[in-house]
């Protein structure tokens, strides 16, 4: 259908009518960046691509569209959504502007760079070319300084390579989709000086489209196996062409296993949960490494620090046997999964994200340690000087904005317009720390390799004795997460802020680190209303008894009780320390007041007199009052505590109102 | 039990960052299981002694809406609740809250038109009408439960007038909505007779609790078509 549209529009472009396009064109960039600018979260809006460089061929011209989002946007703001929904509404009209999932990347964030983070290598090249136009807004200054690096160029080639794998095959089965990529190529290869491989690329016998007309070539079709394989193999010359200019530098990683068989690459074969799918057809071999970080920046944190990354060589054309492997994965259901792929000696990583399995390219220059890992070499490996300079350069720019973004959420979580009950995945919080801090060992000036969580552990003791004692606590709250109770269980409930004051210091590489006690201490006070349930107050007491974390006061509202209620007071006086207020009245919003004034302690936890406390209720609510001081209410779940004989009323209850029975 | 309500939207763009296009609903915790800091109680204006058997879902909507205080959930924060033991028991509760639901939702002051879709788990806000001068506040939550009444309504109806294409539509429109309906319940894994019962139970307590939060809210002068009871978030770190 979109075939069909484009082709009408780009032969009625060769007529008169081209003019009538021109105003379509005109008017649905000047209506996107209208309703774009409506929204309070962008700051600029800039355009590139070949429209804006006044050379459109309608129907087919790019119009690719930059969103800068202003500092008081976050990532964690929903402002991307909202934005992809006002993109969305105007591209139903305007289909030339391109579907949203492509141009996502193209959000810019200025409160990432704010922190320190460097911008997009593509937004970055852009800019540095100065190739943007102004539509609505200001540019900004200062994003990006200097001359075009290596690595910006070899991180667009990778670009160029995740995009033919990612597209649309039928979009791939286009000569037109093809003429693109290698267009961009020979820009790239000139742009970084290679002007002779230019001039061989362009008289390729293979990529004679390169000198036909758009419209011309837009009625071909083109076999996209071919055409990725010759592709990578360029961008390979390319990549290899920019290594070679440098001088080389041997790098030796040290390794912190205790043992020097711990680092030996291991070559047997794995067994990926997806492996059975690909049993009956011989095209992929299986093997595996121990798991190296990817690089030296902390971004590409997709394995674990433990265990092995299974490395699927593709023994077929790359181009198939890729998007064989994205449709076997992408039909499983989604899991942290990851791998790398093979292809050709390139090496890709295959991940399988919620709704779409990505595939990152990662080049033998940046990810020069991966290679040498593959090969079997874990400690030893050679990349160009000066690519390696710029990616510790880059990397320490990247550890001080994630040492900045752990200053900024210390003790405070930043209230956002949307969610109205705030949770985190503490699993991935630490896991992530951990991934960074062992990202930051593997670079200059430690260098070290390692391979499992604890010797990151023990190096982190070693180097910051005044973190050791968090950093123990840490350790065992981690391994407890994983059900793994060796090292003892952890009552640190304060780790949440420790880890954050422990990594802003340890990524800015202060010299010595300080960090709060893991334990910290809040009052609280345990606020019962009750009225006439002097059994059930009785269980409640019972239970507030085996806390883990004893209440520090049991503060009960008898609200006009005619029973046995302050009997059964008196008899868990000595356990507890219960003090009982009354309020004649029977009205519960007032009681609960009257608890919240008269409560001896900061924190009040409300419990009903007819539910029972599990045993670490309390310990639960301190550590959510400790992560952060906006934190005002913190709840939990509410189980279902089964009747005595099972009946459908105890049914509905499990089913619909309690989270578990 | 979840209920949901339209958080405040600003449409005067005073805050630029209150403004936005989409509203999600909103959860809050129960009072069985609720800690608050007594600063932040004080903050916000403490329990309102107006909000009977409500006052948690009001208390949660102002922190919800404050520009500094959270509401943070923490997953081993967990107690047991008994529950009511006798059907009797469970409607009178239902009816109970869904009476006094209303005052929360007319306590923000907002009048217009919000419209929610609530499939599974995910609360879609359809469409949504916001303006001082409109005298009330109508709030619909579209779920499976209403449309299979109102195709057995439409099947009655069209048995009565004889119109054998609308009762055909009707049964159509039937086939598709009831297993969407009873899918909560089928994913348990009990007898068949306890599902049927558990069906009925849920059904009752359903037009007990709708029925109840939609008079109950007319006399705070909202118009309210409730979220009919559906089971709760469950996904947890295991």
Redesign the interface.
């Known amino acids: 259908m979109t075939w069909l549209l484009q082709a009408i529009v780009l032969l009625l472009s060769l007529t008169p009518l081209k003019s009538v396009f021109a105003r379509i064109y005109a008017l649905g960039v000047r209506r996107v960046v209208a309703a774009l600018a409506s929204h309070?979260a962008v700051s600029c809006i800039l355009g590139s691509g070949s429209y804006f460089e006044n050379r459109p061929t309608y129907g087919l011209s790019d119009v690719d569209l930059i969103i800068v989002l202003n500092e008081?946007m976050t990532r964690a703001d929903?402002s991307a959504?909202?934005i992809a929904?006002?993109y969305e509404r105007e591209q139903r009209i305007f289909q030339f502007l391109g579907r949203w999932p492509e141009k996502e990347a193209n959000l810019i964030y200025l409160s990432d760079i704010a922190a320190g983070f460097p911008p997009p290598e593509s937004f970055r090249m852009r800019y540095k070319q100065g190739t943007l136009v102004t539509l609505y807004g200001e540019m900004p200054h200062g994003i990006a300084r200097g001359a075009i690096t290596n690595s910006e160029v070899i991180s667009e080639i990778d670009t160029l390579l995740r995009f033919a794998l990612v597209a649309d095959p039928r979009y791939a089965e286009r000569q037109i989709f093809w003429k693109r990529i290698f267009t961009k190529l020979i820009a790239l290869a000139e742009l970084i000086d290679l002007r002779d491989f230019a001039d061989v690329m362009r008289k390729r016998l293979d990529l004679h489209f390169l000198r036909d007309s758009d419209t011309r070539v837009f009625f071909r079709k083109e076999d996209p196996a071919a055409m990725f394989s010759v592709q990578l193999q360029l961008s390979r010359q390319i990549i290899d062409a920019i290594g070679a200019r440098h001088p080389r530098q041997k790098v030796t990683l040290h390794p912190l296993a205790p043992n020097g068989a711990q680092t030996a690459p291991a070559r047997e074969s794995v067994a990926p949960a997806f492996r059975r799918e690909f049993a009956e057809r011989n095209e992929i071999s299986f093997t595996s490494i121990p798991s190296v970080p990817i690089g030296f920046a902390p971004r590409m944190l997709y394995f674990p620090i433990e265990g092995q990354i299974v490395v699927m060589d593709l023994l077929d054309s790359p181009y198939d046997g890729i998007l064989h492997l994205r449709k076997t994965i992408g039909r499983r259901p989604p899991s942290d999964e990851n791998a790398l792929v093979s292809a050709d000696g390139f090496l890709f990583i295959i991940s399988h994200q919620p709704t779409f399995v990505d595939l990152i390219p990662l080049d033998p220059q940046q990810f020069a340690n991966v290679y040498a890992a593959v090969a079997g070499n874990l400690t030893e490996f050679e990349a160009s000087a000066t690519i390696l300079a710029e990616q510790q350069a880059q990397a320490t720019a990247m550890f001080h904005a994630l040492a900045n973004l752990y200053r900024i959420n210390d003790q405070k979580?930043e209230?956002l317009?949307?969610p109205?009950?705030?949770?985190e995945?503490?699993?991935e919080v630490i896991e992530n720390a951990l991934r960074v801090l062992r990202a930051y060992a593997a670079g200059a000036p430690d260098w070290t390799l390692v391979l499992r969580t604890s010797d990151l552990f023990d190096h982190l003791r070693c180097k910051h004795p005044g973190g050791a004692e968090f950093l123990t606590e840490l350790q065992r709250y981690q391994r407890c997460m994983y059900g793994d109770f060796s090292l003892g269980h952890t009552e640190a409930n304060n780790l949440y802020h420790c880890l954050h004051q422990f990594m802003y210091q340890a990524l800015t590489g202060a010299a010595a680190i300080a960090v709060d006690p893991p334990h910290a201490h809040l009052g609280?006070t345990v606020g019962v209303i009750t009225r006439n349930r002097a059994g059930?107050l009785a269980e409640l007491l019972e239970s507030l008894t085996h806390q883990v974390r004893p209440p520090d006061e049991v503060l009960v509202v008898d609200n006009g009780s005619t029973d046995r209620t302050q009997e059964v007071l008196q008899q868990f006086g000595a356990r507890l320390p219960i003090r009982c207020k009354f309020l004649a009245r029977a009205?519960?919003?007032?009681a609960?007041?009257l608890v919240?004034e008269s409560?001896a302690h900061?924190?009040?936890?409300?419990?009903?007199d007819?539910?029972?406390?599990?045993p670490?209720?309390l310990?639960?609510?301190e550590?959510?009052?400790l992560?952060?001081q906006?934190?005002?209410?913190?709840?939990?779940?509410?189980?279902?505590?089964p009747?005595p004989q099972r009946?459908?009323?105890?049914?509905?209850?499990r089913?619909?109102?309690?989270?578990?029975s | 039990?979840i209920i949901e309500l339209p958080?405040f939207a600003d449409s005067s763009?005073r805050n630029?960052?209150?403004?936005?296009?989409?509203?999600?609903g909103?959860?809050?915790?129960?009072?069985?299981?609720?800690?608050?800091?007594?600063?932040?109680?004080r903050?916000?204006g403490?329990?309102?002694?107006?909000?009977?058997?409500s006052?948690d879902v009001d208390?949660?909507f102002r922190?919800?809406t404050?520009?500094?205080?959270?509401?943070?959930?923490?997953?081993?924060?967990?107690?047991?609740?008994?529950?009511?033991?006798?059907?009797w028991?469970?409607i009178t509760q239902m009816w109970g809250w869904g009476l006094y639901v209303g005052y929360p939702y007319a306590k923000t002051g907002i009048h217009g038109i919000f419209l929610y879709w609530l499939n599974g788990r995910d609360h879609t806000l359809v469409g949504r009408f916001e303006s001082g001068r409109f005298p009330v506040l109508v709030c619909a939550f579209a779920t499976d439960f209403y449309f299979v009444n109102a195709l057995m309504i439409l099947l009655i109806a069209a048995l009565c007038l004889g119109s054998w294409w609308l009762a055909v539509a009707a049964i159509v429109g039937l086939l598709w909505a009831t297993p969407r309906y009873l899918a909560?319940?089928g994913k348990?894994q009990?007898e068949r007779w306890?599902k049927v019962?558990?069906a009925?139970?849920?059904y009752a307590?359903n037009v007990a609790f709708t029925v109840a939060a939609f008079v109950g809210a007319l006399r705070h002068r909202v118009i309210l078509i409730p979220s009919s009871?559906?089971?709760?978030d469950?996904t947890?770190?295991s």
């Open positions: 309070p008081r929903a959504r909202e929904y006002i979580v209230k317009p949307h109205c009950i705030y949770r995945d503490e699993g609280i059930d009205d519960i919003p007032a609960r007041n919240i409560a900061e924190i009040i936890s409300f419990i009903d007819d539910c029972i406390s599990e670490r209720w310990a639960a609510v550590r959510g009052f992560r952060a906006n934190i005002g209410v913190v709840g939990g779940w509410v189980h279902h505590q009747a009946s459908t009323v105890d049914n509905y209850y089913a619909f109102h309690h989270t578990k | 039990m958080l763009r630029p960052a209150g403004a936005r296009p989409i509203r999600m909103f959860f809050h915790f129960s009072n069985n299981n609720l800690s608050i800091r007594r600063q932040c109680a903050d916000i403490m329990y309102d002694l107006n909000a009977t058997k006052e208390l949660c922190v919800a404050s520009p500094t205080w959270i509401a943070w959930r923490e997953d081993d924060a967990v107690v047991r609740h008994k529950g009511r033991r006798t059907l028991g469970l909560d319940i348990m009990m306890a019962k558990l009925i139970v849920h307590t009871v559906f089971r709760p469950i947890r770190r």
